[in-house]
């Protein structure tokens, strides 16, 4: 195939140099897709693993990609001041424009994450109302204890859904807030969700209990 060793030898280095520029370009595109994610929108600190250090919660977004895709993190803190990735996932929140900046408005927009007791809450704003989750570190992992959804119909009607995972306890809560004489109704259910969902797998309001 080769009538001399220097036509072996350029041949080698032209398929070196093309699989270089090929795996440079695969990191290129790799790098460039994580580094899209570096607008900070909140960051919060607390111990989420009960070892009295104060560990660190971050989203961020990416702004560049057309559909403003959110990335929730987790870092624990470490005895020496150092802290360690957990959990990194785009899935938890929702994407600020799921059928991009000209698409259809649901509604439905991230707006908070908190620390309390433990427990990282991801609180989401509605047209009318809100919902929240609840995860707690446990079983080696952030599963989701509960939900929590406010709402309104827009037409003189409010609901309260409470959903406690960890009992399987469902409360649901409904009442008029205008003059309307009707009294509110009130629906207690057990709804057992086995195993509880992890956070790193999760994704809001894909079933209709959370």
Partial sequence: ??????????????????????????????????DNFVVLIKKVKGDLNKDNLNDLVVVT????????????????AQPNGTFKQIISTTKAIDLQYPEGKNGNYYG???????????VLIIRNELIRGNFEHKF???NTNFE??????????????M????????????????????DSDEKPTKIQKKIIIQPLPKLQDFAPLITQFY
Avoid: C, H, W
């Fill in 1 to 34: 195939m080769f009538k001399n060793k220097k036509q072996y030898t350029k041949m080698n280095k032209i398929i070196v140099l093309v699989l270089v520029f090929i795996t440079s370009s695969l990191m290129a595109q790799k790098n460039s897709q994580k």
């Fill in 61 to 76: 977004q990416d702004t560049i990609d057309e559909k403003a895709p959110y990335k929730l993190e987790i870092f624990f």
């Fill in 108 to 118: 439905q927009t991230f707006d908070d994450i908190s620390i309390t007791k433990g």
């Fill in 136 to 138: 707690r570190y446990q």
């Fill in 144 to 157: 989701l204890i509960g939900f929590s959804q406010t709402y309104s119909d827009g037409q003189g009607t």
């Fill in 159 to 178: 609901g309260i859904i409470d959903f406690n995972l960890s009992t399987g306890i469902q409360i649901k809560t409904t009442e008029r807030y205008d």
